[in-house]
C-alpha cells in the first residue's frame, strides 16, 4: 500500500492539523487528573518535531472516552495537554472547545512551532456522525492534515475522514509505520509465520482469525476466543467464558462457535510439521487448561486434560488459562516462526494465579528468531506486567483497527491518504 506521507508535503511555514489518539488512561493522584500511560502520546513525538522543523502551526485533535457528543468536564483533555507539555518541553495550548470564535481566535495567533490541542472532539455531536459540516468546520482551521491516528482509522468519523473531503491530506510516521509493519503480515511474510490470538472476545477478532487462517502457517489460539473451538469440537466449557452466542447472533447475525466449526473444517487437509515430521492442525486450541470454580476459588485449581471429551468437571468449572501441555506445545510451533502475530492473552493472567500460560507466550515470542509484531490492550498490557516491552520488533497499540486490517478490510481514515 503506497501511502502519501509527511515527506510528501509541501509543509514549510503551513498550519496543519494532525489527527492523534491520545485516548490515554487518567487516575487522580494528590488532587489532580493526571495521565498513567503516556505511550500514545510519546509515539507521536517524531511527528510533532518533524512538523516543527518544517516551521509549522501544529493544531491537534483527539478524543478522549465516550462523552456521547455532550461536553463530559471529567474527559477534558487538559491533563493530556499538561503532559504533552512536559515531554516536549514548551507550553501547549488547549481550546475550550473543538470549533467555534475562540478556536479561530487561537489559531489566529499561533506562531510557527507552537501546539495548539482541540478540546475533545466527541464532545461535538457530530463528530462520530462524521457530519459534513464539522469536517468543513475543522478543515477551516488549516492548510494541510496529517492522520497520525491508525487507532482510529477505521472509524469513519469527522476529524478521521470527514476532514480529508477539504483539505490535502497525509500519514505521519506513526500511521505509517504501523501499515508497514501490518503490511507485511499480509504480503508475502516470512514463512513459518504464525498468528496468535487471544483474549477474552473472539466478535473483534472474527475477520483477523478467518483471514490468517488463510495466510498463516498456523494459528494458536487461547484465551475466551479458544472456548468457541473448544465447544465447536464437543468439548464442554462448562462456566467458561464464551461470548453469547444467541445475542450475537440476533445483533451480528454470526454463531461464533459455528464459524469456529467452519473455520476447523475448511483448514482440516493443512497440516503445520512440528519437529519436521509431527503433523498437527493448522488451527490449534488447548489441549489441557487451568481450571477453577472462579478466578478467586485459589483452592479450587486444577488441571483439565480436554483430550477427552466426555469430562466429569463441575458446572462451576472456569477455564482461567491454558495448561502446561498447550504451554510447551505453543512454545515448540513459536521458536519454529520466522514470522510472529499476537493479539490477547491466553488467560486470566491479570491474577498471579492464571498468568503463567500468557507469560510463557510472550517469553516464546521475545526468544524466538522471528518478526514480532504485537498488538491490542491487553497484550500490551501483558508485556508490561512481565518486564518484556523492549523485546519485540513492533508493538501496536491500536486493537481494534489492526484487526481490521489485517481481516482484509480497507480502513476508511486510511483510504483517502493512498
Not at 469430562?311 to 498447550?326: F, H, N, R, S, V
Request: aromatic share 6%; charged share 25%; glycine share 8%.
Amino acid at each position: 500500500m503506497k501511502l502519501k506521507t509527511l515527506k510528501d508535503a509541501d509543509l514549510k511555514g503551513k498550519t496543519v492539523i494532525v489527527k492523534v489518539d491520545y485516548n490515554v488512561p487518567l487516575k487522580k493522584i494528590n488532587d489532580s487528573i493526571k495521565v498513567v500511560d503516556d505511550t500514545r502520546i510519546t509515539i507521536t513525538i517524531p511527528t510533532l518535531k518533524y512538523l516543527q522543523s518544517k516551521n509549522c502551526k501544529i493544531i491537534l485533535m483527539s478524543h478522549l472516552g465516550r462523552p456521547d457528543g455532550k461536553v463530559v468536564p471529567s474527559l477534558s483533555l487538559k491533563p493530556v495537554s499538561i503532559a504533552l507539555s512536559k515531554i516536549l518541553n514548551q507550553p501547549i495550548k488547549l481550546a475550550r472547545e473543538v470549533v467555534g470564535d475562540q478556536v479561530t481566535k487561537l489559531v489566529e495567533n499561533l506562531k510557527p512551532k507552537e501546539i495548539l490541542m482541540l478540546e475533545n472532539n466527541r464532545f461535538e455531536p457530530g463528530e462520530t456522525k462524521n457530519d459534513p459540516s464539522l469536517g468543513k468546520k475543522l478543515a477551516s482551521l488549516g492548510d494541510i492534515f496529517i492522520n497520525d491516528g491508525f487507532s482510529l482509522s477505521h472509524r469513519s468519523h469527522a476529524s478521521v475522514v470527514g476532514i480529508t473531503k477539504y483539505l490535502p491530506s497525509y500519514a505521519g510516521f506513526t500511521l505509517e509505520k504501523e501499515v508497514s509493519m501490518l503490511s507485511k503480515l499480509t504480503i508475502n511474510p516470512k514463512s513459518p509465520f504464525v498468528a496468535i490470538v487471544g483474549g477474552a472476545k473472539i466478535s473483534d477478532k472474527i475477520n483477523a482469525i478467518k483471514n490468517l487462517s488463510k495466510i498463516a502457517d498456523a494459528v494458536l489460539v487461547g484465551g475466551g476466543v479458544a472456548n468457541n473451538f473448544l465447544k465447536a469440537e464437543g468439548v464442554d466449557i462448562y462456566s467458561s467464558y464464551m461470548q453469547d452466542v444467541v445475542a450475537d447472533e440476533k445483533k451480528r447475525g454470526v454463531d461464533y462457535v459455528k464459524f469456529a466449526k467452519k473455520l476447523i473444517n475448511q483448514t482440516k487437509k493443512d497440516k503445520v510439521l512440528l519437529n519436521g515430521f509431527i503433523p498437527i492442525p493448522k488451527i490449534v486450541y488447548p489441549i489441557d487448561v487451568i481450571a477453577a470454580d472462579g478466578p478467586e476459588k485459589i483452592n479450587s485449581i486444577h488441571e483439565v486434560q480436554l483430550v477427552n471429551n466426555h469430562l466429569d468437571e463441575k458446572q462451576t468449572a472456569m477455564y482461567l488459562d491454558i495448561g502446561p501441555k498447550t504451554q510447551k506445545l505453543f512454545n515448540e510451533i513459536i521458536l519454529q516462526a520466522e514470522t510472529i502475530f499476537w493479539n490477547g492473552p491466553m488467560g486470566m493472567f491479570e491474577n498471579p494465579h492464571f498468568e503463567k500460560g500468557t507469560k510463557t507466550i510472550a517469553e516464546s515470542v521475545a526468544s524466538s528468531k522471528a518478526v514480532s509484531v504485537l498488538g491490542g490492550g491487553d497484550t500490551i498490557s501483558a508485556i508490561k506486567k512481565f518486564n518484556l516491552t523492549d523485546k519485540y520488533d513492533y508493538v501496536s497499540a491500536s486493537g481494534g483497527a489492526s484487526l481490521e486490517f489485517l481481516g482484509g478490510k480497507k480502513l476508511p481514515g486510511i483510504t483517502p491518504l493512498t
